[in-house]
């Protein structure tokens, strides 16, 4: 088996004139939105190939150990 594809969807890659304030708060705030994460070592991409499946596990257990901040596009309802 070889190397397959990895394919990003990215819909709605557009602003109109009401989400500009609110794209400049989400790139201008100070938290950390997405946390960063190595790859698990050691795989190599022979590695990958042979086990796939391990890999995947591997990925998972190393982002379960990590703090993930909490975050959402939708501004918070003020009722």
Same mark, same amino acid.
């Given at each position: 088996?070889?190397?397959?594809?990895?394919?990003?969807?990215?819909?709605?890659?557009?602003? !109109?004139?009401?989400?500009? /304030?609110?794209?400049?708060?989400?790139? =201008?705030?100070?938290?950390?939105?997405?946390?960063?994460?190595?790859?698990?070592?050691?795989?190599?991409? /022979?590695?990958?190939?042979?086990?796939?499946?391990? !890999?995947?596990?591997?990925?998972? /257990? /190393?982002?379960?150990?990590?703090?993930?901040?909490? =975050?959402?596009?939708?501004?918070?309802?003020?009722?």
């Amino acid at each position: 088996m070889g190397l397959g594809v990895m394919q990003v969807s990215v819909a709605h890659l557009h602003l !109109y004139d009401s989400h500009f /304030e609110m794209a400049e708060e989400f790139l =201008f705030r100070s938290e950390m939105v997405c946390a960063s994460m190595p790859l698990p070592t050691p795989w190599s991409v /022979e590695d990958i190939e042979a086990d796939p499946d391990g !890999y995947v596990l591997a990925v998972r /257990e /190393e982002a379960s150990e990590r703090p993930w901040p909490k =975050f959402s596009p939708k501004p918070e309802v003020v009722t």
